[in-house]
């Protein structure tokens, strides 16, 4: 079965810093889908950013960006010049065979 | 475009009861796939549902069920409520093809007592 884990509960950085969210998964598959989500406490689940294994480019978006090392089963979401709105909980996951699998989650705090 | 939408938002149930959730995807989008969000085990998928038929399973008791609709509208229904199935459930559809981007509805949060 596939794991997503996130080896940090609770992350914090400065407003217009940066900060680095890690996550490693593990699967056999070599066909899937990697998605940072955010839910801040309004609880609505939205997507960040979205990376398909089969391209070695690493997906960006804005502030957003990761890093993937496929060898690895390594997926990192790096955010840029942080905002106070960037504060939530966030949620790694991985889709192969039609499952969405998600890791526990950070719950990141920005301090102004 | 709407986003997804789910109803009731919050609910309150007491042990044995059944419940029915509902959610409605954005429009054109045929998959609908449902999470139990909870402290303790974190996000579950429970199934997904594609074109009126159940594609996939997670690990839940019979105890969880769903249907989707010919309009690709789901409901999730949950008969003899415990106390541990005080969740918060979140809808989320794709247009169905593959492995696109799930979106989620804003979710319900379910308080058994």
Known sequence: ?112 | KAGVTQTPRYLIKTRGQQVTLSCSPISGHRSVSWYQQTPGQGLQFLFEYFSETQRNKGNFPGRFSGRQFSNSRSEMNVSTLELGDSALYLCASRTGGGQETQYFGPGTRLLVL
């Open chain 1, 1 to 112: 079965a596939q794991t997503v884990t996130q080896s940090q509960p609770e992350m914090s950085v400065q407003e217009a810093e940066t900060v680095t969210l890690s996550c490693t998964y593990d699967t056999s598959e070599s066909d899937y889908y990697l998605f940072w989500y955010k839910q801040p406490p309004s609880r609505q689940m939205i997507l960040v950013i979205r990376q398909e294994a089969y391209k070695q480019q690493n997906a960006t978006e804005n502030r957003f960006s990761v890093n993937f090392q496929k060898a690895a089963k390594s997926f990192s979401l790096k955010i840029s010049d942080s905002q106070l709105g960037d504060a939530a909980m966030y949620f790694c996951a991985y889709e192969g065979a039609q499952k969405l699998v998600f890791g526990q989650g950070t719950r990141l705090t920005i301090n102004p």
